[in-house]
């Protein structure tokens, strides 16, 4: 089959479409023909060298990916050749086909199309498992979303008016704060221009933010404690601004706050197929019913990944970047 490999560690022109060997449906898995895959941050680390995917996963890059079943291995239930789905991998999306563990497939929901579905299965796992999963967030809190305009960022806004909280974001320009707006977040901060600890603050009467979904790590890290309300949880689910900072432990005694940090990617297939048996029994309802769903900026075939690449790295597009097969 035809897959993007990592030809060496560089920039999106070291990305190439050749041939791998097809993947084999182990027992509890199954093969997609791949329709449709997503480029995500962690792909654009793993191309330069930085994030080398976990032991047992496809070489080449895509952590979900949309298609139809085309094998089902040995114990699989639920699942049939013919079947369309969209699954949350380890790796190697960017291919025409993919191995996965049944426990981390989803069905296309109702309404959405088959490639479109490629934009699904990252950023709802992420935002559910981290907001509120792990963070709890609860009806009338204030969820802080560093990256609003992002494909993580335009999913929890969707998710968090759901519950009935309110939603602040951060973003670079006035067009992707825009897009946020239309996706109900209603408290807007220009990075580039603005302080977010102040306006957060002055937008919930001095209380702060319940939740901070932080995608930057080091370079907020204070800043974020500081916007904190009492009993706050700030959750780091990215890096982009460094791994090194220092924190503040009285502030967050005051506060009885918490810190918390979590990667998807490296977690065992049964804390995955958790994960996603929870997205299915409470996002993919409001998929279907049209109150949440997939933001897509482009579809750009899966030969042309590195111009894909590009696209997220100059940070100008908003939701998700899909390639298509």
Known sequence: MLAVVVTAPGGPEVLALQEVPDPVAGAGQVVLAVAASAVNRADIMQRMGHYPPPPGAP?????????TVVEVGEGVEGWAVGDEACALLAGGGYAE????????????PEGVSLVDAAALPEVTCTVWSNVFMLAGLR????????????????????LALQVGATV???????????????????????????????????????????VVLDNMGAKYLGRNVDVLATAGRLVVIGLQGGTRAELDLGTLLRKRAAVLATTLRSRPAAEKATIVASVREHVWPLVADGVVRPVVHARIPLAEAARAHALVEASDHIGKVLLTV
Not at 61 to 66: C, T, V
Not at 139 to 158: D, R
């Open 59 to 67: 070489e080449h890059p895509g952590l979900e990916a949309s298609g």
């Open 97 to 108: 086909k993919v191995a996965v563990d049944a426990g981390q497939l989803l069905p296309v």
């Open 139 to 158: 009806p009338s809190e204030t969820l802080l979303v560093h990256g609003g305009s992002s494909g993580i960022g335009t999913m929890a806004i969707q």
């Open 168 to 210: 602040a974001v951060t973003a670079g320009s006035a067009a992707k704060l825009a897009a946020c707006e239309a996706l109900g977040a209603t408290v807007l901060v220009n990075y580039r221009e603005q302080d977010f600890v102040e306006v957060v603050r002055d937008a919930t009467g001095g209380r702060g933010a319940d």
